[in-house]
């Protein structure tokens, strides 16, 4: 079933009224993303460059403390989202944003295994319904034909804390003795303060509702106003073929759909954090495996390496979809890609190659993601689509938790006979799921197919 695209005059106002959300909002809260991406995984940085060694980590350990991060995360991920829809987005990211930045200062005089299990433990309490609230907050903002270059704009965040990141935590690791701290810990607190900065401007600069931008006029708060209560009415009329309407909080979770894109969005984080969480550690074993040699800094950049061609791909992917419309290719595809390149990327005989393949994989990851996250707001509304937003990034963030622990835990229990951590087996198990999330959005597509359309829409949003 392919989708059909009917192009629609632009009014002025309407470009106007995007132009100045593109250019006064999303900027703002893709900087709190690019905040919150650096801090949960500054401790793949802080653990090859110091932190390990000083706390007598094992992998499996490090592998713990970082998926352990989810555990909370997940827990409060959709109280906490309800929570947005009830007091309003402002607040609310505000408020966790001020939370975790201070939960991640804490980092800085972590001891032991045990305290730093604890504290990644309560980060991700304080983090719990960062990211699905600002999914939410922005579709709120956007007519969904404009969703998905919103979202995009948004979504370079991630790669490009990553981009800057990198580099940056290695600044911070390379000022070692200031304050009397370690470098991995000062590179903790250099990261964590931006993020109780950054929240309470939130609670000035954010708004709830077009009606209250003053950096809209009135013609562009009337026409935003009525498009989205227009679309929203639309949205709440659509029926499925049993005839339950999609606009109640039980619909997110008694919704197939709704389970079938969380286990495909599972696929895609689970290789995200394998990457995020284990990309600086397999640049840190260079030095062994290709008898190369870096500095804390040189590490930092090449890390960064791969996220630079992620974000072009990102922008450029969406930007077809948008002319295309969202095809079933467009998200399988993509993970085809990053489930061969992943471990094959293991296979590579020089740091170069090793990078250009990973690379490859960033760039597969990092263009579905923005696209992927423009189709539960297409046929949820109200705490419907609170809670299935929220629902999703759950059940994808289990693989926060797994692929870390079981990447970590799987490398050291197939060590080589010198006790040097192997990572053969626990790629190939990425890529895996990589590939369980193209067969998903593959059948999902298929179902699609045997909906009629309703009212002259399709109930199911992407095509073969």
Known sequence: MANTRVETPVSSIEKSTIRKISIRLVPFVALMFFINYLDRSAIGFAGPNGMNDDLALTVTQVGFASGVFFIGYILLEVPSNLALARFGARRWLA???????????????VGSFE?????????????????????????LWVPARHRGKILALFYLAQPLSTVIGAPFAGLLIGADGFLGLEGWRVMFLGVGLPAIIVGLIAWFYLKDKPADAKWLNREEQEWLTAELASERAKTEALHVVSGKKHGGFKQAFTSGRVWMLSLIYFGFIYGLYTLAFFL???????????????????????TAIPYVPAAIALWFWTRDVSKRGLKTWHIAGPAVVAAVTIPLALFAGSPALTIAIIALTAMAIFAVLPNFWTLPTQFLTGAAAAAGVALINTVGNLAGFGAPYITGAVADA???????????????????????????????????????????????????
């Open 95 to 109: 408020r966790i944003m001020v939370t975790w930045g201070i939960v991640a200062v804490l980092f800085t005089w």
């Open 115 to 139: 305290h730093l299990a604890i504290l990644r433990f309560a980060l991700g309490v304080a983090e719990a319904g960062f990211f699905p609230g600002a999914i939410l907050f922005l579709s």
């Open 280 to 302: 600086p550690t397999i640049i840190a074993g260079f030095q062994e495996i290709y008898g190369v040699e870096y500095n804390v800094f040189e590490r930092g950049l090449i």
């Open 414 to 464: 197939t060590a080589d006979a010198a006790g040097n951590p192997q990572y053969f087996l626990p790629m190939g198990i990425v890529g895996f799921f990589m590939l369980m999330s193209a067969v998903l959005m593959v059948l999902l597509a298929r179902a699609g197919k045997k909906n009629a359309p309703i009212n002259g829409e399709s109930v199911v949003t992407v095509a073969h």
